[in-house]
């Protein structure tokens, strides 16, 4: 069966401060990979999908990006954080109908 | 481009009562429509799944509409337990070139079921 992981669980950081946060997929292969953000009272906001390795799509214009390096490996990523990037990050892989979705990492930034 | 809306955007209801928690989504030419649970600081998990074609799936006490003409679909959910809390949140895909497909989320229907 079909495993999503996403580490670490819960993140602070300084406005500023670099990030990096990851998702890797386990029994499957060449998943559609996406990364979403949950900020308060905002809903589920798509942020960066994966159709293969070193393929990336961005959906909104951010200090955010994200990168594939392996097949079911998927990372997001920011040089500077702001106060704004604070929330809950949600990685999911998708089959034709559906998608999958990992624990989340919440991110606080101070 | 697609807007999804969910209300209530709260709902807190007595043990054992029955409810029907609504989404209602702006361009009707969808494939599916897709209902998920959220309990706090958790993962989405999806509860049913409802093609274009279909009008209703039924997962033990959980049934789910969809009226494509009208863009509305409803999540009944009979005889409401403590357990139900949690947040419902009902999505649909638009498909990309790229051989991939969105998702665009409600904000979610937060419920609660008192013993």
């Known amino acids: 069966s079909q495993t999503i992981h996403q580490w670490p669980a819960t993140l602070v950081q300084p406005v500023g401060s670099p990030l990096s946060l990851e998702c890797t997929v386990e029994g499957t292969s060449n998943p559609n990979l996406y990364w979403y953000r949950q900020a308060a009272g905002r809903g589920l906001q798509l942020l960066f999908y994966?159709?293969?390795?070193?393929?990336i799509s961005s959906e909104v214009p951010q200090n955010l990006s994200a990168s594939r390096p392996q097949d079911r490996q998927f990372i997001l990523s920011s040089k500077k954080l702001l106060l704004s990037d604070s929330g809950f990050y949600l990685c999911a892989w998708s089959t034709s109908d559906t998608q999958y979705f990992g624990p989340g990492t919440r991110l606080t930034v101070l | 481009k697609q807007e999804v809306t969910q209300i209530p955007a709260a709902l807190s209801v007595p043990e054992g009562e029955n409810l029907v928690l609504n989404c209602s989504f702006t361009?009707?030419?969808?494939?599916?429509l897709q209902w998920f649970r959220q309990d706090p600081g958790k993962g989405l998990t999806s509860l049913l799944l409802i093609q274009s074609s279909q009008r209703e799936q039924t997962s033990g006490r959980l049934n789910a509409s969809l009226d494509k003409s009208s863009g509305r679909s409803t999540l009944y959910i009979a005889a409401s337990q403590p357990g139900d809390s949690a947040t419902y949140l009902c999505a649909v895909p638009s498909y990309s070139g790229a051989g991939s497909y969105q998702l665009t989320f409600g904000k979610g229907t937060k419920l609660s079921v008192i013993p």
């Open positions: 361009d009707s030419a969808i494939y599916n």
């Open positions: 994966s159709v293969g390795i070193g393929q």
